[in-house]
């Protein structure tokens, strides 16, 4: 069956960008824009591959993983809290930097071994529904874990003191100072946090795809960024947006029994999901960034 | 954080004693701080390298033997350097406007797949001076369309220009990798070579070094009088500096910004056109080592200004050029040349050397 094909590979592919979406609507609703998405993603899918090669098990790549999004974090919260530069500039700076450094490293530290994946799991019963059985329950682990972290981002978000106190920095930090908020604090737990997430995401990109290359992510950190404006930063909505990028890329995998697009050259059909993209964002026109993402704060209690 | 004081002085005026002092003192710092980044790059970069197993000192030899240790080396720098202009100047002008430009890697390839196919399709018997022509204008236009269309959408729809540009990246990789599979495929993991008469002429001997440089040093006069000789340069600076104003005012900042995001683009394809016809001499699978990237940290360090894109430009070039250099020698990836030049740029933005212009700030 077809459809179940390239909805079950597409549910596959889009977890990676999920879990870099779920990362960056955290980073955005305290204020700061990560465009050194794609590099944090692509740290945490070397990562992985390293924690695959040295002790060759894909749980200790995850725990790798999750501590160069720590450092990943601290880094960049230094840079876009502490310091205050610019955010677009120093992702993009970040994203050439990750470029370099994990390719450097992977020529030096990366063997190719036989695991590279998390197993699969048929979840008993739900498995046997027709369709959505296929689809959504023989997956691996952080398949169903980027699902049920959905509720979870969002209860942080919307449910807790921490998610009123982030939000309330990304929408008018200065009130927030005056509130009694320590602006800076809650904007480097948002960063670490927001890096952990993006990282595992770069782990889903790792296992889905079977090894390490030099820039394995090919933009799929930038496809969340538009993911995440699509979402409006909800995470129920990025789960369906996902799947909508995780769909365009599964296309070209599955083209040959899709009739016409299997004349398309592949070259061509990469394309797809890069403009969807340019389309969605175009869509998302109604679609505003919360007022102080992306401009550095200066509390005017430390100020110099 | 000290402040650099406004150059003042009317023409004709004779400037205060105290206040070139003052001058002095505002420099001073910026300076120091731009001398504590190269330290602490090259202490963070030894590291890495002493990680990697290789002593820092070979290293270094084998750097300057890769970036400037020769007459063949160094045209190679001048060639990179080329590019990396062209690549910056797409940044640097669109920046001036506070637009993220950050697709020169996408113009940059746009521009080769337009030059290769037209260097390729052109007719046999085309004098081969009209045909370099015919490429270049076209791989310039090329990339200026491939800058017009996130500055369209900027412009009408707000589209956020970051991410348009991000994936016209990705696109235009896509369009060359397809000239390579596709259109025009060759034995080796490049396109069909271009014919010889339409190469832009070596103007070095001993060296491959090619017209490409005068194109490039061309490139930045046209930016320098664009920027600081036209009243488009003057309109593109006051929609950066307060869009809001410039508008009020009466510019037409739709229109300001669809040009300078179209005219960023169109250097991004000649370097594209420089690639193809006067290195490469055809479009190689991965010849951009993130060149158009690199070019955002060129224009940074030349503070935007045209002119100080030649230095900026050459100096990546050569840390480029020297990375290679290190492979040859060492086996070390030549990719540590990025890390060397973002841990750099880096530096200097943390620090505040680099520090790009703000309107008013959002609160």
């Known amino acids: 069956m077809i459809l179940t094909d390239v909805v079950s590979l597409g549910v596959a592919l889009m977890i990676p960008m999920l879990w870099a979406a779920y990362g960056e609507t955290l980073m955005e609703k305290a204020g700061v824009l990560n465009v050194g998405i794609e590099g944090v993603m692509l740290i945490g899918a070397f990562s992985a591959a390293l924690g695959v090669s040295t002790a060759g098990s894909i749980y200790v790549g995850l725990g790798f993983a999750i501590g160069a999004g720590v450092l990943c974090g601290i880094v960049l919260a230094l840079l876009y809290v502490r310091l205050g530069t610019d955010q677009i500039v120093t992702g993009i700076m970040f994203n050439i930097f990750a470029f370099g450094l994990t390719t450097t490293l992977a020529v030096e530290f990366v063997r190719a071994t036989e695991v590279t994946s998390f197993p699969r799991f048929e979840i008993p019963g739900l498995a046997e529904i027709p369709f959505f059985g296929e689809v959504l329950f023989d997956h691996n682990i952080l398949v169903y874990a980027a699902f049920l972290a959905a509720p979870l981002v969002f209860y942080v978000l919307h449910r807790t003191w921490y998610g009123l106190y982030a939000r309330a920095c990304s929408e008018y930090p200065r009130a927030a100072e005056a509130a009694g908020l320590d602006v800076w604090h809650l904007r480097y737990i948002a960063v670490i946090g927001g890096c952990v997430l993006t990282s595992i995401g770069g782990v889903a990109l790792f296992a889905s795809s079977g090894g390490f290359v030099s820039g394995l992510t090919d933009g799929r950190g930038f496809i969340a960024l538009a993911i995440v404006i699509l979402a409006r930063w909800n995470p129920y909505w990025i789960v369906g947006a996902s799947l909508l990028f995780g769909v365009s890329e599964a296309l070209q995998f599955q083209a040959d029994r899709l009739g016409p697009l299997g004349d398309v050259p592949p070259d061509i059909l990469v394309m797809i999901p890069y403009i969807v993209t340019i389309l969605a964002v175009v869509l998302a026109r109604a679609s505003r960034y919360p007022p102080a993402v992306g401009v550095p704060y200066r509390p005017s209690a430390k100020a110099s | ?363």
């Open chain 2, 1 to 363: 954080m000290a402040t650099r004081p406004e150059p003042a002085g009317v023409p004709g005026v004779p400037v205060d004693r105290s206040e070139v002092a003052a001058r002095v003192r505002g420099w001073a710092p910026s300076l120091l701080r731009t001398l504590i980044a190269l330290v602490a790059t090259a202490a963070i970069f030894s590291a890495l390298i002493a990680a990697l197993g290789v002593n820092p000192a070979d290293a270094l030899t084998a750097f300057w033997e890769g970036a400037a240790g020769n007459t063949f080396n160094f045209g190679q720098t001048v060639m990179i350097a080329s590019l990396l202009a062209c690549t910056g100047l797409a940044a640097a002008i669109p920046f001036q406007a506070r637009l993220w430009n950050v697709g020169g890697e996408g113009q940059l390839w746009f521009g080769a797949f337009a030059a290769v196919t037209l260097a390729l399709i052109l007719p046999d018997g085309m004098p081969g001076w009209l045909a370099i022509t015919i490429t270049v204008a076209g791989a310039t236009l090329a990339g200026a369309f491939w800058g017009f269309i996130p500055g369209i959408l900027k412009a009408t729809v707000n589209a956020n220009e970051v991410i348009t540009c991000l994936m016209l990246v990705f696109i235009g990789i896509a369009l060359g990798n397809y000239a390579i599979s596709t259109l025009f495929p060759s034995e080796s993991n490049q396109t069909e070579s271009v014919p010889f008469d339409r190469l832009l002429p070596n103007i070095w001997t001993g060296t491959l070094v090619t017209a490409g440089a005068l194109l490039a040093l061309g490139a930045v006069l046209v930016a320098l009088t664009l920027m600081s000789g036209t009243s488009l340069g003057f309109q593109i600076r006051a929609v950066g500096l307060n869009r809001n104003a410039a508008r009020i005012s009466g510019m037409r900042t739709g229109r300001v910004i669809v040009l300078a995001f179209a005219i960023g683009g169109a250097f991004g394809g000649l370097a594209g056109a420089i690639a193809v016809l006067g290195i490469n001499g055809a479009v190689v699978a991965g010849f951009s080592a993130n060149f158009g990237f690199l070019g955002i940290a060129v224009a940074l360090v030349a503070r935007l200004k045209p002119l100080w894109i030649i230095p900026s430009a050459l100096l990546f070039a050569a840390l480029r050029t020297g990375s290679s250099g290190l492979q040859a020698q060492t086996g070390i990836s030549a990719t540590v040349g990025e890390i060397l030049v973002t841990v750099l740029v880096v530096l200097l933005l943390a620090l505040g050397v680099i520090r790009l212009r703000y309107a008013e700030a959002a609160q």
